[in-house]
């Protein structure tokens, strides 16, 4: 293979490829790594809402029961607000 200018050409053009292959191998390795740190992260949050909706749900029930006006303002407190139109 002669060395002239069309091979230094390729030659360049291929290092750039190999370059940026590994660019994007690298960037395509991190974002899978972030992506599932969120959806851990988000299990977590799911996980702790579902708790925290399931405690409101057993103390409103106990309220029937017993008929206490703090939780009752607590649960009040807690009731999410409707959107005025």
Excluded: W
């Amino acid at each position: 293979m002669k060395n002239n200018t069309t091979t230094t050409v390729l030659n360049f053009i291929l290092a750039v490829m190999v370059i940026l292959g590994v660019c994007f191998a690298l960037m395509a390795m991190m974002k899978t790594r972030e992506l599932r740190q969120l959806t851990f992260n988000a299990t977590i949050a799911n996980n702790t809402i579902m708790r925290a909706a399931s405690l409101a749900n057993d103390t409103a029930a106990y309220n029937v029961q017993a008929k206490s006006p703090e939780l009752t303002r607590i649960l009040a407190a807690l009731q999410p607000k409707t959107a005025a139109h």
